[in-house]
């Protein structure tokens, strides 16, 4: 489970880096669609780097909880 959830976690870093380099080409009036100002444009494009990504994925917790012995018959 620990595994699976790690992929998933790089999985959402690599997609939010490529997203955040996505936003280095929009328009002013595209930003303004997606509600986005020049200034976050540019503070999300910063973390648009490889130490950014990297970052993001040192970040990961276990957000699973443990399992309850009784539930499941052990006591």
Request: aromatic share 2%; glycine share 6%; proline share 1%.
């Amino acid at each position: 489970m620990l595994v699976i959830a790690l992929l998933a976690h790089i999985k959402q870093c690599v997609q939010s880096y490529r997203t955040r380099k996505d936003l280095l080409v929009l328009t002013a009036d595209e930003l303004k669609d997606v509600g986005i100002c020049e200034e976050e444009k540019i503070k999300q494009a910063a973390k648009a780097t490889l130490l950014g990504i990297g970052k993001e994925v040192l970040m990961f917790k276990c957000t699973s909880k443990p399992l309850d012995k009784k539930a499941h018959g052990d006591v």
